[in-house]
């Protein structure tokens, strides 16, 4: 017998008892079922997140000024204004192998007018390099200039919220609003960057030069800053890059080495890795959850192949009879439940596929089947088949036609 | 010659004794006979066809087969001897049940790895089912035979790799008078053409039809 004999032969002993062969493989399909769509909404899950990680810029690290003890009291985070922009200037200096861009940023906030909408937003003054470090370009006009910045231009560039709610959706660029009632023009409109996993609105926001931010809508004289945002060339250089950062505002800032820091530095890797690790331990679990039902089904479709061996003893001796060598009735065997357990995996696949559409599609969640888990799926039922198949098999084999033939 | 046996011995441990099924069997069979072999139930004439079709091995003995010494052979090996040397019918049949006449007939031929696939399979298989005249009734399910018709079956797979020896256990023992005359007169039919035939039998108008009988009693041969 060659192996498509074989496979022709364990389906239609499969079809003879189609309602057994189906109750039997269930154990697998609802097993492979679990396993295929638990690791497309995990993988769906992660893949969403780490796109909403890598929108907040190009492997950016982020420099808050803060947390200083002032005679004997902690000021949280950004709780004083220790950062110079000079201090990221000085480290784009000394490590340009490390750094790829760098922009300073100064945040207000204020009531935007426009005609008779106004509209409270949160307002960051930056340098024109923000555009790199945060991977965030205008989607129609002009991002203001090195020459704005200087100039401490009353110049912006506004996200599409502000676009939708100040400007009633309508064109905004040349048009000028007031906050404070000091007017500003439009220079462009940012490209929309959606909901960051913690619910905020990114586009939200109106971008300005940082001279201007500090000096008319802050009025401030000193130098200082609230966040110092770089963008790194590679992700492998996270944990220098912080390591160097942190030596050089050591220094710059003069702390002694008993002093604590007068910053925290951030990278946006130890959120993702954060936040993956967390997935992935989600969907190991319930991996090891759905295999607990495979090995069941495996148990199961042992139980069945046992009693098939029974059922057809008078079968197995005739086969011997008329020439069936011992390894044949091993393969025959041990097929039939390899595809029973396979069709049960490719069922499984489909049906894990479709349920975890659905569940995505009824709880708005991103769903990703990857083609990994449906080649690990296949194989595994493959082998769940083969190896609980691979006993009842070899009992069949072993049999003795004689007592076989005269079995009742 | 086909056969060749000489002082076969089986014997079986039943708790403290041995007990022999067959004790000291000489035989010789030509091509072209049929021998009915006869006996009471123990007097092993069904353990010597056993092991005249290889399905059990003989304790200790000679047995040549068609000039092929079986009688040190493995398992896979016997099997390959019972695929292409000996055909069997046995008393209740044994067709698979839910498969078609000529599905049956071809079995043998899929275990035989010489053996043609295909059409020239299938054409082989109707030519046999044709010959035992069951050329009408050829993707009909042994369910839908008569027991005469599900022998005629058994026989048409028997001969399907065209084997020098055909071995037939109470071929007629499920059968009414009819059939089995009907069997029989196909039996003599097939060993006029130059089949060998060896059938096992308790019914002296059965034995009959052939033209050598050997009695057994108590594992050995009468003379």
Not at chain 1, 16 to 41: E, H, P
Not at chain 1, 81 to 102: F, H, V
Request: glycine share 10%.
């Amino acid at each position: 017998m060659n192996g498509m004999m074989i496979f022709k032969v364990a389906l239609r002993a499969l079809l003879r008892n189609k309602v057994r062969s189906i109750l039997t493989a269930l154990g697998i399909i609802v097993g492979i079922a679990a396993v295929i769509a638990v690791v497309a909404i995990g993988e769906g899950a992660s893949t969403s997140m780490k796109a909403q990680i890598s929108s907040m810029g190009d492997n950016m690290l982020i420099v808050f000024g803060g947390s200083m003890k002032k005679g004997g009291v902690h000021g949280g985070s950004g709780g004083f204004q220790t950062l110079m922009s000079e201090d990221g200037e000085a480290m784009s200096r000394d490590y340009p192998e490390l750094i790829k861009a760098y922009t300073p940023l100064v945040r207000s906030g204020g009531q935007a007018i426009y005609q008779e909408n106004n509209w409270a937003t949160q307002i960051q003054g930056v340098t024109p390099t923000f555009v790199a470090v945060r991977k965030w370009d205008v989607a129609s006009g002009v991002f203001f200039t090195d020459a704005d910045l200087r100039a401490g231009a009353r110049v912006c560039v506004v996200g599409q919220t502000i676009v939708d709610s100040l400007f009633n959706g309508q064109d905004p660029i040349g048009e000028t609003f007031r906050v404070r009632n000091i007017p500003f023009k439009v220079l462009g409109v940012l490209s929309k960057k959606g909901t960051t996993s913690m619910g905020q609105d990114q586009d939200d926001i109106i971008i300005m030069p940082l001279t201007t931010v500090k000096r008319v809508l802050r009025r401030g004289s000193f130098n200082n800053v609230d966040q110092l945002l770089f963008s790194i060339y590679d992700m492998g250089q996270m944990a220098e890059a912080k390591r160097a950062m942190s030596d050089l505002l050591r220094q710059r800032h003069r702390l002694g080495p008993t002093v604590e820091d007068d910053f925290t530095i951030i990278d946006m890797t130890e959120i993702s890795d954060m936040l993956t690790s967390v997935s992935s331990m989600m969907t190991i679990l319930m991996a090891v959850v759905a295999s607990i039902s495979l090995l069941v089904g495996g148990i199961g479709i042992m139980n069945i192949m046992l009693v098939s061996v029974t059922e057809r003893t008078r079968e197995i001796g005739l086969r011997m009879a008329i020439g069936a060598a011992p390894v044949a009735i091993l393969l025959q065997f041990l097929t039939e439940a390899a595809v029973l357990s396979t069709l049960g995996g490719v069922l499984g696949i489909l049906l894990g596929v479709v349920g975890a559409y659905t569940v995505g599609d009824i709880n708005k969640w991103p769903i990703y089947v990857t083609p990994i888990s449906v080649i690990i799926s296949f194989g595994f039922s493959a082998f769940v088949g083969i190896f609980f198949g691979f006993y009842p098999a070899l009992r069949a084999s072993r049999l003795n036609p004689i007592d076989c033939l005269r079995y009742e | 010659m086909l056969i060749e046996i000489q002082d076969l011995k089986r014997g079986y441990n039943m708790g403290q004794e041995d007990v022999w099924a067959l004790n000291g069997v000489t035989l010789q069979v030509e091509k072209g006979e049929f021998v009915a072999i006869m006996g009471h139930s123990g007097s092993g004439k069904s353990t010597l066809l056993n092991v005249l079709g290889c399905l059990d091995v003989p304790t200790s003995g000679r047995y040549i087969l068609d000039g092929t010494p079986v009688a040190g052979m493995n398992r896979a090996a016997l099997a390959r001897v019972r695929n292409q040397k000996i055909g069997f019918v046995f008393q209740s049949f044994n067709l698979l049940s839910r498969t078609t006449a000529r599905e049956n007939v071809e079995l043998p031929m899929l275990y035989n790895p010489t053996a043609p696939r295909g059409k020239a399979l299938h054409d082989r298989a109707e030519y046999l089912l044709e010959h035992v005249g069951l050329g009408d009734r050829m993707l009909h399910t042994p369910g839908q035979l008569s027991g005469g018709q599900q022998q005629r079956v058994a026989i048409a797979r028997a001969l399907m790799n065209n084997p020098p020896l055909l071995l037939a256990d109470e071929p007629t023992g499920n059968l009414d008078s009819h059939a089995s005359q009907e069997i029989m007169h196909y039996f003599r039919k097939l060993n006029e053409q130059g089949q060998t035939i060896v059938m096992v039998t308790h019914e002296t108008d059965i034995a009959a039809y052939a033209k050598r009988k050997i009695v057994m009693r108590d594992g050995k041969v009468l003379p």
